[in-house]
Structures are given as C-alpha cells and as structure tokens.
C-alpha cells in the first residue's frame, strides 16, 4: 500500500483556529494510507527577494516539507476578503527563487471556515488564483465554504453529525485526486 503525505497550510496563526480545528477533523476523514502534517508557518520572514540566495532556516524547512509531500492541503480563513497575509507570505517564500517552487506539481485541496455566512469563498478565489499560476493542480469540486457555527465539531474533535457526511465526500474526492496526481 502507498503512503501519502500530506503537507497542510492553515492559513491562521490564531491559537484556537478554527480552520486549525477544520484540518486536525479533517485528517480523521482520511483513509488510514493517508497522512496529515500541519507544516509551521509563524516562524517565517518576511519574503523579500533580496534574500533568495540565503533563505532562511525557516523557510528551507517549509520548503524541504513541502517537497517531501504528496499533496498539499490548505486551509484557510478569510480576512478582509482575501487570504491572510501569513498564508501569501509562506506560499512566496516556498516558491522562490523563480524556478524553484516547492509547489509545482503537487495536487491541493482549498477549504476554509468563518463566522460569516459566505465561509471563506473569497480568499479560497485568490488562494486558487495564486495556486494556479504556481501549476498546483487543485480540486475544483466540491467547494466547501463552511460557517462556524457550534455543531461544526463534534466533542471528540471530529466533524459533529451535521457535516460530517458533506466533508466525507470532499475528503474522498480529494484523496482520488493526490492519487491520480501524485508523482
């Protein structure tokens, strides 16, 4: 049997994330050849370009992660209708120098929950965008645009019984896809 790792970007540094919740539940959805590593993000520099000849410790680790993984999962929050600067900055850093992304070829999911009642769409839209210019082949359907909301989870950590059925379909969609395009 074929082992999967999976590198997860949460595009929050917040302490109680929901979208660190959203990934930890998500990771129990997965089959047992299946497995999840949230890679650190709050460590890293700022991204200047002046700086792609000495990156940083930091920043080779996320790349070396990055490289060692057969897919990626972003999840993600929305702020002021967009990603969170945090989330740009590792996915810069990751891809740099020019010509040396950690990222291309790597097949993604793109998630995120918010208390608003449009989820995460927006900041997914721009997260896409970037992802596409970057050749990360990502799953277009379904697309899950979660609202925080109390039975979200369940008390055990998991997906509570509401979406639970709704994520298990998008958990298997997604490992179909790293299938298909892991390398």
Known sequence: M???????????????SFNRKLAH??????PAEFTFKQVQIDDLPLYNQDDDGHQAASVLRLKAEIKQAQGLLFVTPEYNRSMPGVLKNA???ASRPYGQSAWAGKP?????VSVGAIGTALAQQ?????LAYLDVPTLGQPEVF???KDDLFGA?????AGSKKFLQEWMDRYVAWVKKHAA
Do not use: E, K
């Open 2 to 16: 074929n082992q999967y790792h999976i590198a997860v970007v949460v595009g929050s540094l917040r302490r109680d």
């Open 25 to 30: 539940a998500l990771a129990l959805l997965a």
């Open 91 to 93: 996915i810069d850093h």
């Open 108 to 112: 993604a999911g793109v998630l995120g």
């Open 126 to 130: 721009h997260l896409r965008n970037v």
């Open 146 to 148: 979660l609202q925080a």
């Open 156 to 160: 055990d950590g998991g997906i509570g």
